[in-house]
C-alpha cells in the first residue's frame, strides 16, 4: 500500500478532478467513503443536489475564517492531498476497509488526530478498485496549522502495518529519498504518444548518464543541451550564481505548446544543483586527463577502484560507503556507455536499477570516492574495449552489486538493497554473456601439460587451504592460459597468484579459479609499461588520437529516442 502526499493551494481543482471522469474516463463511481464528518460533508458523487463548490466550501470552512484574519490573504498550500494505492495483486478492499484505511492515514500524518474535535477536515475519496484519494484543508478550527512534519513517512509507517492487519503484500519501507513517481498525467501521456516511460523518467536517466560522464558543471549542461534537452537555469540575485534548473524533453510540451519542465531535485534528490555541485568540480581537474597512452588504463583503474570500494563497505564508515555506492552509479552508467557487445542492455538495465541504491538518508562522504569516480569517468573517454579486462570489471560489479545490497540490508534500506539485488541480476546476466565465450576461448588456448603441472605447483606452494577447489573449479584451464599470459607480461606466477589470494576471501567465492581468473587478466602488463616509460622519457611517445566525448548516455541514441522525434 502506497501513500503519495503532496500540497497545493486549489480546494474546488482537486475536487472537480476527484470527482469527475478523470483524463481518460478511468474514474468508476466517484463517491466519498469516509470523512471529517460524514453527515455534514456533501458527496456530489451519491447525492444528486450536492454540488462540487458546496463540498470546496465546507472543507475551506476554517481556511476562510483564517484567510479573513491575514487580511484577506489565504495560508500557503493549504491543500493536502494523498492518494493510497494498493499494491498490484491485493485484494478487493470494500468502502468499509478504505475508510478505516483513511482514518488511520490522517490520523498518523496528523491531519485529524483521533479525538481531536479542532481537527482539519478532510475527505477520502474513491473512484477506482484499487486507490482512495485523501484530501483535506489545513488549517484547524483553532486557527493553527497541524503538525505535518514527516507526514508522508508517518503515512508510510501507518500502511506498513495496515498491510499487516489487512493481510495486503508487504512493500518496503523508504526513507524519503525515492524520487518523484510520475503522476497519473504523466503516464497517460506517455501512453497517448506510444511511449515506454514518461518524460520525467526519460529526462532522470538522461542526467544521470551525462553526470556520470562529465567532469564539469558547465560541462553537464552543455551535454544535455547537445543531446536536445532544453536546460533553464535560475540566478541567485546578487551573485549572478546558478541557484537551480529545470530540464524539458525534446518535444514534450503543455497545451499551450510550451515546455513541460522539471526541477533537477524533482527528477531526484541527487540531481539538485547542491548535490551534483558535491560530485563534480567548479573547473577541469588538471590530473584527469582527456586522453590516456594506455588504453586498457581505464578499465584496469575501475576495477581497481571498485574492488577497493568493496572494502570500504565493510570497513564501517558509513559516509565513505554511501559516497562509494553514488561513485559506482555512475561507474555503471559509463561501463554501459562503454560496452558495445550484446550485454549492454543489461548493463544499461543495471546502471538503471542501481539508482535506487546509490542514496539514502546517510549522508554520502563524495571526497572518500574521488579515486572511484575519477577511474570511471576515464571510461567516458576510452578509445576501445580491451576483451577480457573489460570482462574482469564486469565481474568485479557483480561482486560489489552484491556487498551493497547488504551493506543496506544490515542497514534496513529495504528500498535500496532491493534496487541493488535488482541490479545484480542484470550484471550477473551481463557477465554470463560476455564471460562463457572468453572462458571457453581461453580454455581452447590453454597452455601444455608440463606447464600447466607447473602452475599447480604454484597454486599448492601459495593457496594450500584453497588449492583442491581451485583446481577442482571448471575455470582452472582458462586459469592457467590467463597465467601464461601474466608471465609473458613480465610477472611471476607464484607471487601473482599469492598477492591476488590475498586481496579477496576465496573460502567464499563459489569458484575461486573464476576469481583468480579476473583478477590476474586485470594486472597492467609490465613489459609494456616499461617499454612505454622508455618511449616517453625518450621523446618518442606517440600522442593517442583525439579522444572521443563522453559516450552517448542511456537511450539517447538516435534510434532509441523515437519516444521524443
Known sequence: MVPDVSTGSDTRGLIVYLFGPGRRDEHTDPHIVAAWDMAGAPDPGRDPTATYTQLAKRLDHHVDLRTRELGGKKPPRHVWHCPVRAAPGDRYLTDAEWAEVARRIVHAAGIAPEGDEKACRWIAVRHADDHIHLMATTVRADGRRPRTHHDGQRAQAECRKIEIEFGLRRLKSGDLTAPRTPTGAERAKAERQGQTVTARHWLREQAYAVAAAVRTEADYFTVLQSLGIKVKTRLGPETGDIIGYSLAAPGDTNAAGEPVWYGGSKLAPDLSINRLRERLPDQEVADHPRYVADPAAPWRHTTTAIHAAHTILASGDDAAAQGHLAAFGDAL???????????????????????????????????????????????????????????????????????????????????????????????????????????ADLTRRAPRAATARRYEQDVRATLPDHADRILADPAWTALTTTLAHAETAGHNPRRLLAEMGTQRELDSAEHPAEVLNWRITAQPNKRAQAARLQSTISGTSARSATPRPPAAPVATRPEERSRHR
Not at 569517468?377 to 545490497?405: C, D, M, Q, W
Not at 535500496?416 to 541490479?423: N, S, V, Y
Not at 541480476?425 to 557477465?431: D, E, I, K, M, V
Open 333 to 439: 552508467y559509463n561501463i554501459a556507455s562503454a560496452t558495445t557487445d550484446p550485454h549492454r542492455a543489461e548493463l544499461r538495465a543495471a546502471a538503471m536499477a542501481f539508482n535506487r541504491a546509490r542514496r539514502s538518508a546517510t549522508r554520502a562522504d563524495h571526497q572518500a570516492a574521488t579515486a572511484l569516480r575519477k577511474a570511471a569517468k576515464e571510461l567516458a573517454y576510452a578509445s576501445n574495449e580491451p576483451g577480457g579486462l573489460a570482462i574482469a570489471l564486469l565481474f568485479a560489479t557483480v561482486h560489489l552489486a552484491r556487498a551493497a545490497a547488504k551493506w543496506h540490508e544490515q542497514r534496513g534500506h529495504e528500498q535500496q538493497a532491493a534496487a541493488a539485488e535488482e541490479a545484480l541480476r542484470h550484471l550477473q546476466a551481463g557477465y554470463q554473456q560476455a564471460a562463457a565465450p572468453v572462458l
